[in-house]
């Protein structure tokens, strides 16, 4: 399971396995663009996408087993 969350912290729960697709169902629209982030190595690694104006971050959630 992932969640996105925008620049305003708003957050969108993703369950499926196509976040693109389910984002672009959620916010009502056709088009996205990839968004990156240079690492500290030079690589360029996607971490959400553009769309509507909102830039939305990929997060992965994990379920926590405490001791």
Known sequence: MMIAKDQNGQVYWI???SPRKELLEKLHS???QKMYI???SGESKHIGYIING???TFFKV???VGE
């Open 62 to 64: 994990t379920e926590f």
């Open 38 to 40: 240079d690492s500290k």
């Open 30 to 32: 056709h088009s996205a």
């Open 15 to 17: 369950e499926g396995k």
């Open 54 to 56: 909102l830039w939305l």
